[in-house]
């Protein structure tokens, strides 16, 4: 039971790193995310998000977005022998072996893009191989849900984006993104479409979960959902713990079938974690759990990586 490793869709770590407040080599008394705790936990994949900040938005986005990434390959060049970079489907044979643990560069927010398209191939040649449309806000793409007066869509340099993130090989994520920008993804990308940190949204009513059609529309397009660690999203009450997290397992499940079910922690993003998951090391814990709600092994091995593997599979070049 715990040798079955782990791959999270998201977390904003790198934040730190690239201000220098925290070495993630060491762990540190604040922060959910190190090297150590990760390999406690058998981390053997992660997303490493650059989350551009609000304040950077939007003329500063592409600077702060690249400063980011180079944060990221920095350290992971300081840290080869704990950390890897990756970047194409070959390097995918060695997640989960040789304790290292496999880094794959997300950027949360399109603005990065400055509304230039030949950005994608700059971040992509950078190597990052998956992006998060929007956050929030609104920007050139589409909508983020903040947006609360507008049901706008996917802009023509959306649809463009699209095109070009499936002709790379590249990730497209649409937690954060709104409802009508969801369907305009889901109908124009050829590619399998994640929604990396969200839950469900039947059993939490906020609007960064997804209800159940679009959790089936996910599915339909092979992808994956990353249940989100935030305990606003776990639940209405705002307390949660690491049932709620199996309960959103569960929904999940049913609803849009097992092979659509991850984790996306938004460890170091999230204001506070659940009840007995102060940070990543804990994950075990939620393991164990998974096996006394008679999960087959197969489906925790699923949940636990195989379907986030299953996706760059697909999407990767
Ligand atoms: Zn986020």
């Known amino acids: ?17 690239t201000d220098g407040k925290r070495d993630l080599q060491k762990s540190a008394y604040f922060g959910h995310w190190d090297i150590m705790k990760a390999k406690e936990a058998n981390i053997g994949l992660q997303f490493f998000a650059a989350y551009i900040e609000s304040e950077y938005k939007p003329f500063l986005a592409m600077q702060r977005g690249l400063q980011h990434i180079e944060a990221a390959r920095r350290f992971i060049d300081h840290s080869q022998d704990e950390v890897f970079l990756v970047s194409c489907s070959d390097d995918l044979q060695y997640l989960g072996k040789n304790g290292k643990i496999g880094l794959l560069l997300h950027v949360e927010g399109g603005e990065i893009l400055a509304e230039n398209i030949f950005m994608l191939d700059i971040i992509y040649r950078l190597g990052v191989r998956s992006l998060g449309l929007t956050w929030n806000q609104r920007n ?6 903040g947006e609360r007066q507008s049901s706008g869509g996917l802009s023509q340099f959306g649809l463009n984006v699209i095109s070009k993130m499936n002709e790379l090989g590249m990730i497209i ?12 993804v ?8 994640i929604a990396s940190h969200s839950c469900a949204q039947t059993l939490c009513q906020h609007p960064r979960n997804l209800d159940d059609e679009q959790l089936k529309a996910l599915a339909g397009s092979k992808g994956v959902v990353g249940i989100n660690f935030c305990k606003d999203f776990l639940c209405e009450s705002g307390e949660a713990n690491m049932d709620d ?14 092979d659509t079910v991850g984790f996306g922690s938004d460890f170091d ?14 994950y075990p814990l ?14 925790i091995e699923k949940i ?9 599979q697909n999407v990767l070049k």
């Open 173 to 184: 994520d649409v937690s954060h993104i709104n409802k009508a920008g969801f369907w305009d």
């Open 245 to 258: 997290i199996v309960k959103h397992i569960c929904h999940i499940a049913e609803v849009a079938g097992i």
């Open 140 to 145: 050139a793409i589409a909508d983020g849900i």
């Open 269 to 282: 993003g999230i204001p506070s974690t659940p009840d007995g998951f102060e940070n990543v090391s804990k």
């Open 186 to 193: 889901l109908h124009h990308s050829n590619s399998p479409v």
């Open 286 to 299: 939620l393991i164990e759990k998974l096996y006394q709600r008679s999960f087959s092994m197969m489906e």
């Open 1 to 17: 039971m715990g040798n079955i490793w782990i791959a999270d869709g998201h977390c904003d770590s790198l934040g730190d790193l």
């Open 304 to 312: 636990c990586h195989g379907n986030f593997v299953r996706v760059l």
